[in-house]
């Protein structure tokens, strides 16, 4: 065994982490109940054994150098491939997962999210006694729920790296390539309406509104949110100005308050444009549409895949109620109540 193989421990890598997180040695040491002189002697038998240096010594923090930065990043990566293990190794012996992850897309319904979970959590324990009553003291199966909140491509990423289990709001098509090994199934689709506040100068314009006037007035985007993969950016014109925001929701309220005009799914637009608060114009582009799916790792389905936590998942979104209220419910109300 190398000696480099002898110094590259989790515990290393953690300490590497939590140096580069918290930004000075000093910092690090106190997070991890050590002195500063200690974690620098461990810095520096990290660096003789892989033969580089990892800091640069002339900043007064902790600045990482290229092959720092390279071993961190892979570092992490580790880190999480090695809590990935553990998870498995007790999700074979419970059946449910320690923890859970699901991403969702910023285009679908909380209202609806938060719903699932509330009746996930409200599972009955594993061991309990009596059917369908859970036990004093606990709820749910046990199994941690993690949110995240994804845009465009950052939604496939955060499954494909392994930051998620469950991906809700992919975009699916004949022209997108879901990463391999994914079992990926239809949610519906969704319609984007191109609308401005009624005080926006597109307002007033009669007709079709043509790309050169578009042109002229600030869009609203949303930042995709993938790290990785190449972002994706939707109906944005050469030279345009644009004012970019990180959700959806924010994208509706900038609209709102004329800062900027775009496209938004209609389910989330309805009830202001009902109202008055926002006005629908056409372009000359096409109307459009996007396919949205939900996926998972495994190429067997959810009982190769994945513990009882995410089958459960899995089952609920095979429900055509669930899927469209995820589509269509950006109320407090049930879709079809007005």
Not at 254 to 277: F, M, S, T, V
Request: aromatic share 6%; with cysteine.
């Amino acid at each position: 065994m190398t000696a480099s193989r002898n110094v590259l421990t989790p515990e290393a890598l953690a300490m590497m982490d939590v140096i580069a997180r918290t930004g000075s040695f000093a910092a690090a040491a106190r997070e991890l109940g050590k002195v500063p002189s200690a974690l620098t002697y461990n810095v520096r038998q990290l660096e003789d054994a892989l033969d580089v240096l990892l800091f640069d010594r002339r900043s007064r923090q902790a600045k990482l150098t290229a092959a720092g930065e390279e071993l961190l990043n892979e570092g992490r990566r580790l880190l999480d491939q090695i809590d990935a293990v553990a998870n498995r190794v007790k999700r074979v012996a419970t059946g449910w997962e320690t923890q859970l992850t699901v991403a969702v897309d910023g285009v679908i319904s909380r209202v609806t999210v938060f719903e699932l979970c509330e009746a996930f959590f409200a599972l009955k324990p594993p061991g309990a006694g009596t059917p369908g009553v859970a036990e004093p003291g606990r709820t749910g199966p046990g199994t941690r729920l993690r949110l995240r909140t994804e845009v465009l491509a950052g939604t496939w990423e955060a499954l494909s790296s392994g930051q998620a289990d469950l991906a809700i709001g992919v975009r699916i098509g004949p022209d997108i390539a879901p990463p391999a090994g994914m079992q990926v199934q239809p949610l519906g689709e969704m319609e984007f309406v191109f609308a401005v506040a009624p005080h926006h100068p597109l307002a007033s314009v009669e007709g079709t509104i043509s790309e050169a006037e578009l042109s002229r007035y600030r869009a609203v985007a949303v930042a995709d949110s993938a790290q990785r993969l190449a972002p994706v950016t939707v109906n944005l014109l050469p030279g345009q100005d644009v004012f970019t925001v990180a959700s959806t929701q924010a994208k509706l309220e900038a609209q709102l308050r004329c800062l900027g005009c775009g496209y938004l799914p209609e389910p989330i637009a309805r009830d202001h444009i009902a109202a008055g608060r926002l006005v629908v114009k056409a372009t000359h582009r096409a109307p459009s549409r996007v396919r949205l799916g939900y996926a998972w790792r495994g190429a067997n389905g959810a009982g190769a895949a994945g513990g009882l936590a995410l089958r459960w998942w899995i089952d609920q979104l095979e429900s055509p109620a669930t899927r469209r209220a995820l589509l269509e419910r950006h109320g407090g109300l049930p879709v079809g109540d007005t």
